[in-house]
């Protein structure tokens, strides 16, 4: 019995470890999840409060885990274990029911699971940590009471400085599409297929054609058949296939960028009228420096045009703006704004807005291509 006490506690701890790890890493991330939750619980008057829930439940997820391994209060670690596990065992049975969120965010970015394998997970997780508390009477702590309490305030402040860091840089471990040396989109872009569906008027048979294959100059069967509707299949694999580069007319031109032999720079936020003037001056101070050495520099947010054009306006601003999916925005830099590089679809490096490199240096580093 105390071989399964033992490795219960390090099994579930090293999970709970992860699961604050990955979460904690990102916790702007793990924040707009929780928005998500907010949203689909109607419980909007939550979301300003996502961000603070998001650095205490990683912290105290993390702590746990590694408390549970030190054996540092292992009964008081085990209850709270369970707690956090009910909790979460009721919403993701809730969640998988009724998908209120497609994706729970129980592992960040790292490791994507459907809504009913994350509630079976807590199911066999549950039952391990039930066991530990039925035998909670059984463990023993090597830490006195003055070393445990120190030890839980390191272990949490610490990792609660470790979330803050990452939330004001940028995240040290990337787990999302947007990681540097990533192909954002096709090296290369092969044609969508087209396929056509038609009826029979009389047998009600139906048939799929390859747009070109259809047989459209035999007049005979194109009376004898109806069209139904058409389904695209297209072979490339787009690591983002919602990211788009949109300009104030519609039109996109996500690949005329994208495929440019030369740097790319997007100057990304993702609701410009969250941003403080100094930041926008900042921005477009990088932004005129590099444009005049003859970078490509564009902006993309998930604002109005309206608000494009007001706040250019309104700060003197000269970047242009292009539209692009606010959730995809989220999703590239945890920054907003922030500056994301890229060469020939290929992601090379982010910056966090507190951090924007040297002009003289970026050009050093980054220097021009001949196109």
Same mark, same amino acid.
């Given at each position: ?21 990955? @979460? ?23 979301? %300003? ?22 054996? *540092? ?35 960040? #970015? ?12 807590? *199911? ?19 830490? &006195? &009471? ?29 787990? &999302?599409?947007? @990681? ?5 989109? %096709?090296?290369?872009?092969? %044609? ?83 941003? $403080?003037?100094?930041?926008?001056? @900042? ?9 005049? &050495? ?12 309206? #608000? ?11 970047? %242009?703006?292009?539209?692009? #999916? ?22 090379? $490096? @982010? ?21």
């Amino acid at each position: 019995m105390k071989f399964l006490r033992n490795f219960f506690r390090i099994l579930v701890g090293l999970l709970f470890i992860y699961s604050g790890f990955v @979460k904690g890493v990102d916790p702007l991330g793990f924040g707009y999840k929780l928005e998500d939750y907010f949203i689909a619980f109607g419980t909007q008057w939550a979301i %300003p409060l996502a961000l603070t829930l998001s650095f205490l439940v990683n912290a105290m997820e993390f702590s746990i885990g590694v408390l549970l391994i030190l054996k *540092v209060r292992p009964k008081l670690m085990t209850l709270l274990a369970l707690l956090i596990t009910v909790f979460f065992f009721f919403l993701t049975l809730y969640n998988a029911i009724f998908n209120a969120v497609p994706d729970c965010g129980c592992f960040g #970015d790292a490791l994507i699971l459907s809504n009913w394998m994350t509630f079976y997970k807590n *199911v066999v997780l549950i039952v391990f940590i039930i066991f530990l508390y039925q035998q909670r009477k059984n463990f023993t702590s090597p830490w &006195t &009471t003055q070393t445990s309490l120190a030890l839980m305030i390191v272990v949490y402040i610490g990792f609660a400085w470790f979330e803050l860091y990452n939330y004001r840089n940028l995240p040290v471990v990337e787990f &999302t599409a947007w @990681k540097p040396g990533n192909h954002m989109i %096709p090296e290369n872009l092969l %044609p969508a297929n087209y396929y056509l569906v038609y009826q029979n008027k009389k047998t009600g048979e139906t048939k799929e054609f390859l747009a070109k294959d259809l047989p459209w100059q035999d007049s005979v069967w194109m009376s004898e058949w109806v069209f139904k509707n058409q389904r695209i299949d297209d072979p490339n694999k787009y690591l983002a296939p919602n990211f788009k580069i949109i300009d104030t007319i519609g039109n996109d031109l996500t690949i005329s960028y994208m495929k440019q032999p030369g740097y790319l720079l997007l100057l990304v936020s993702v609701n410009l009228t969250e941003v $403080k003037e100094k930041r926008l001056l @900042k921005l477009n101070d990088f932004y005129k420096k590099l444009y005049e &050495t003859g970078y490509t520099v564009i902006g993309l947010t998930g604002s109005t045009k309206e #608000d494009m054009i007001n706040l250019n306006r309104r700060y003197q601003l000269s970047i %242009p703006w292009f539209s692009s #999916d606010d959730t995809e925005l989220k999703t590239m830099v945890r920054s907003n704004p922030g500056l994301v590089l890229m060469k020939g679809g290929v992601l090379v $490096k @982010k910056w966090h807005i507190r951090n924007l490199p040297d002009v003289e240096k970026f050009k050093a580093e980054y220097p021009l291509v001949d196109k």
